[in-house]
């Protein structure tokens, strides 16, 4: 199957910072409780893209963590609104996630990957054809 190039567009609920991503486009879950307190949700919804085909415009805020395996990571949210945009680790210099939830509807390829399924909630189900990772992060991949 060829992948399909893709072009999307997306931005932050006041409309203060938006990320333009070129695909093709893969989209993977990530159930950890940095990615559910970040998010506000049960699992953080992300894009990874390489970097170069990524376009910020506007300036995220930055909050910096140290992930369960010892690894930096960046969080990056607009100030104003409070939507979670775009995160970075440099333990992966050439990707950058962006979250879903920014893009316009309808957009969006379904979850390849779950991890840190571990936390899930007993009432999650997960996705068909998804790699369930129990703990670790696998996104070092784009
Ligand atoms: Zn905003
Ligand atoms: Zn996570």
């Known amino acids: 199957m060829a992948a399909t190039s893709t072009e999307l567009t997306g931005t932050c609920l006041c409309g203060a910072?938006?990320?333009?991503v070129?695909?093709?486009?893969?989209?993977?879950?990530?159930?950890?409780?940095?990615c559910r307190?970040?998010?506000g949700t049960n699992a953080a919804y992300i894009l990874p893209v390489a970097r170069t085909d990524v376009r910020v415009t506007g300036s995220p805020k930055q909050f910096w963590t140290v992930s369960d395996n010892?690894?930096?990571?960046?969080?990056?949210?607009?100030?104003?609104?409070?939507?979670s945009v775009i995160d970075e680790s440099p333990h992966y210099e050439a990707v950058y996630w962006v979250h879903m939830g920014i893009f316009p509807?309808?957009?969006?390829?379904p979850p390849i990957e779950e991890?840190?399924?571990v936390n899930a909630e007993s009432w999650e189900?997960?996705?068909?054809?998804v790699?369930?990772?129990?703990?670790?992060?696998g996104q070092d991949d784009v």
């Not at 070129?22 to 940095?34: I, Q, R, S």
């Not at 010892?70 to 939507?83: D, M």
């Not at 790699?131 to 992060?137: D, S």
């Open 17 to 20: 910072i938006s990320v333009a």
């Open 22 to 34: 070129k695909g093709p486009l893969t989209m993977k879950m990530c159930h950890c409780m940095d």
């Open 37 to 39: 307190k970040f998010t």
């Open 70 to 83: 010892g690894k930096k990571y960046c969080r990056g949210f607009c100030a104003e609104c409070g939507s």
């Open 105 to 109: 509807a309808h957009t969006i390829p």
């Open 115 to 117: 991890s840190f399924w």
């Open 125 to 129: 189900i997960l996705h068909p054809g």
């Open 131 to 137: 790699r369930v990772l129990e703990r670790q992060e």
